[in-house]
């Protein structure tokens, strides 16, 4: 991730992410800590996978509390009660239905940070977020994506 690259987030995904920072600062810096400590105490540690083991979950530790202060230093927060249900933008559910197989999927337009498909959050960089964003009710959008083109029609925009 470049420097000053906007992360976009809603208020939830704010929360998750200040959330996580907070366990990682506090609980499992401590926890990671004390293990070392104790892997010391046995005795030579060059040998010690205890001790091997505690000083990469450490630095993983560090890498990503940086990564999450430099996510939350450069983030965007996306106002949800500023959203319409005229447009598709970043924050909106929208109700897809596949034009070729007639399947529905409900989605929800997130920044990149936030994205979970197991939850139907998906990427605004994503093929299909590319695609629905800006559009609105009714249009009709092609999704390029590794298999080929995907039409979807968009049924309902909901806040």
Known sequence: MTNNKEVILTLEGLKKLEEE??????????????????????GDISENSEYEDAKNEQAFIEGRILTLEKMLRNAKIIDDENLGTEVVSIGSTVLLRDVEFGDEVKYTIVGS?????????????????????????????????PAGVLKYEILDIIM
């Open 21 to 42: 920072l907070q366990q990682l600062k506090t609980v499992r810096r401590r926890e990671v800590a004390q293990r070392i400590k104790q892997a010391i105490e046995f």
């Open 113 to 145: 940070a936030e994205a979970d498909p197991e939850k139907n959050k998906i990427s605004n960089e994503s093929p299909v977020g590319k695609a629905i964003l800006g559009k609105n009710k009714g249009e009709t959008v092609d999704v390029t994506v």
